[in-house]
């Protein structure tokens, strides 16, 4: 479901592309357990939108809710932060993070969080920038929405990955993503890393039908952590 909202900030007579979409979870559909309201704007870059691989985390989320409860977590390149804030509601403490330099979602960051009256840290994190809130993340659960879409980010996000898993003995990395030609690439910089697979999911194996019917492509999920020494 979604409703659509003006931009109060537009002056002109352009239509706004700024719209508020409404994500429920529950174990029966006819009656959620709760739902998360998303403020996007379509006019804008891909910070700002929904994507598939979002709804597909954020439904393990609620799906492995028993993990997030009590839960340090931290969402890498949130965006719209529709995981971070199902583990929220679920009772985690969440740090939402995405490009420090991007200001505009680290704003719609907040914003969202205001509307669904959920307290969440909202931080500037550059993946391979070892700027000095880092070393304060200590996570458990370390979550990231259609992170490996651009290969040559591909080496600075799991170096952030690799740290922040060592930060935290026993954390775990979870992510969902199209399948693309980079897969080779993702096993490579994995291995380099000192990283490996513990789990590897079908997207749409867990997915509720009337959530799958509206989505496309091959997503995969797979729960990452670190080659024991």
Same mark, same amino acid.
């Given at each position: 479901?979604?409703?659509?909202?003006?931009?109060?900030?537009? +002056?002109?007579?352009?239509?706004?592309?700024?719209?508020?979409?409404?994500? +429920?979870? $529950?174990?029966?559909?006819?009656?959620?357990?709760?739902?998360?309201?998303? /403020?996007?704007?379509?006019?804008?870059?891909?910070?700002?939108?929904?994507?598939? +691989? @979002?709804?597909?985390?954020?439904?393990?989320?609620? &799906? &492995?809710? *028993?993990?997030?409860?009590?839960?340090?977590?931290?969402?890498?390149?949130?965006?719209?932060?529709?995981?971070?804030?199902?583990? =929220?509601?679920?009772? =985690?403490?969440?740090?939402?993070?995405?490009?420090?330099?991007?200001?505009?979602?680290?704003?719609?960051?907040?914003?969202?969080?205001?509307?669904?009256? !959920?307290?969440?840290?909202?931080?500037?994190?550059?993946?391979?920038?070892?700027?000095?809130?880092?070393?304060?993340? &200590?996570?458990? /659960?370390?979550?990231? =929405?259609?992170?490996?879409?651009?290969?040559?980010?591909?080496?600075?996000?799991?170096?952030?990955?690799?740290?922040?898993? &060592?930060? @935290?003995?026993? @954390?775990?990395?979870?992510?969902?993503?199209?399948?693309?030609?980079?897969? *080779? !690439?993702?096993?490579?910089?994995?291995?380099?890393?000192?990283?490996? +697979?513990?789990?590897?999911?079908? $997207?749409?194996?867990?997915?509720?039908?009337?959530?799958?019917?509206? !989505?496309?492509?091959?997503?995969?999920?797979?729960? /990452?952590?670190?080659?024991?020494?």
């Amino acid at each position: 479901m979604e409703e659509k909202n003006g931009d109060d900030e537009d +002056c002109d007579d352009t239509p706004s592309m700024t719209t508020v979409s409404r994500h +429920c979870f $529950g174990d029966d559909s006819e009656t959620p357990s709760f739902c998360i309201s998303i /403020i996007e704007n379509m006019k804008e870059d891909y910070g700002l939108f929904v994507w598939p +691989c @979002s709804v597909v985390l954020a439904e393990y989320v609620w &799906q &492995q809710k *028993h993990r997030f409860s009590g839960a340090t977590v931290v969402e890498l390149g949130a965006g719209t932060s529709l995981p971070g804030l199902v583990a =929220a509601k679920l009772g =985690a403490r969440v740090t939402l993070t995405d490009n420090s330099t991007r200001l505009e979602v680290l704003d719609n960051m907040r914003r969202v969080c205001d509307l669904n009256k !959920l307290e969440c840290n909202v931080l500037g994190l550059t993946w391979g920038v070892w700027d000095l809130p880092i070393f304060s993340l &200590q996570p458990t /659960i370390i979550l990231g =929405a259609d992170v490996l879409y651009d290969s040559n980010a591909f080496d600075d996000l799991f170096a952030t990955v690799a740290f922040l898993l &060592q930060n @935290s003995p026993g @954390s775990i990395f979870v992510t969902s993503y199209h399948n693309r030609s980079g897969h *080779h !690439l993702i096993e490579f910089l994995m291995g380099k890393w000192g990283l490996k +697979c513990l789990k590897l999911l079908d $997207g749409f194996s867990f997915l509720p039908s009337d959530k799958a019917s509206v !989505l496309s492509g091959n997503i995969q999920l797979a729960e /990452i952590t670190l080659i024991s020494r």
